[in-house]
């Protein structure tokens, strides 16, 4: 498996600000992912980060509202900008390549809006 | 109907119970199966993969049916600390590195 830190782990803030969260992996990873998860939810992916180029979103997430960045193969951040208090869930990156023979999760961001 | 379901429980079992939780897919294709483990606030965790030709890891065994298009995890002697919620995910591309979750089945178990 891969150790993954996510920062913050948790975070209180005003509607209308943003927020970046940083994923770092102790190993370099071919694939690292972004997903949310709302109370009693299960995972909803936002997109998948790649190295070099812009990001791959899903069907309901647009870039605008959710810039990502994946400088090398062992960090990326998401920001989550403008926020209204629907945004607060939890926010989990994921890693997976060689090696790895699935998925494997940081230990989320939990956020909250006000 | 939705790429990968589950029932989502609450499962309520006394301790020492077996129980059983299946998840169907849809895309014939896929060929990688996982249950996960999510305990309350916590990220989940993978508990094991899920071969063509089934596998069990002490008191876990998970199966898979092409034909019906669903996976199963069975677990034996249920234990207070089994309690959590468990998710299955089934690959969503050819090159096995997407997931697609299902929206997990919440185990309880009583003393």
């Known amino acids: 498996s891969a150790v993954i830190s996510q920062k913050p782990s948790r975070d209180i803030c005003q509607r209308g600000t943003s927020l970046t969260i940083q994923c770092q992996v102790d190993s370099q990873v071919t694939m690292m992912f972004w997903y949310r998860q709302q109370p009693g939810q299960s995972l909803t992916l936002i997109a998948t980060?790649?190295?070099?180029?812009?990001?791959?979103?899903e069907s309901g997430f647009v870039i605008d509202k959710f810039p990502i960045s994946r400088p090398n193969l062992t960090f990326s951040t998401l920001t989550v900008s403008n926020m209204s208090p629907e945004d607060s869930s939890i926010y989990l990156c994921s890693v997976t390549g060689v090696g790895l023979d699935t998925q494997y999760f940081g230990p989320g961001t939990r956020l909250t809006v006000l | 109907r939705k790429e990968v379901e589950q029932d989502p429980g609450p499962f309520n079992v006394p301790e020492g119970a077996t129980v059983a939780f299946n998840c169907t897919y849809s895309n014939s294709a896929s060929q990688s199966f996982f249950w996960y483990r999510q305990d309350c606030r916590k990220e989940p965790k993978l508990l094991m993969s899920v071969y063509s030709s089934g596998n069990e890891d002490g008191r876990f065994t998970a199966q898979l049916n092409r034909a019906s298009q669903y996976i199963s995890l069975l677990i034996r002697d249920s234990k207070l600390s089994d309690s959590a919620t468990y998710l299955c995910?089934?690959?969503?591309?050819?090159?096995?590195?997407?997931?697609?979750f299902g929206g997990g089945t919440r185990l309880m178990v009583k003393p």
């Open positions: 995910a089934v690959n969503s591309d050819n090159a096995g590195n997407m997931l697609t």
């Open positions: 980060a790649n190295q070099g180029s812009e990001a791959t979103y």
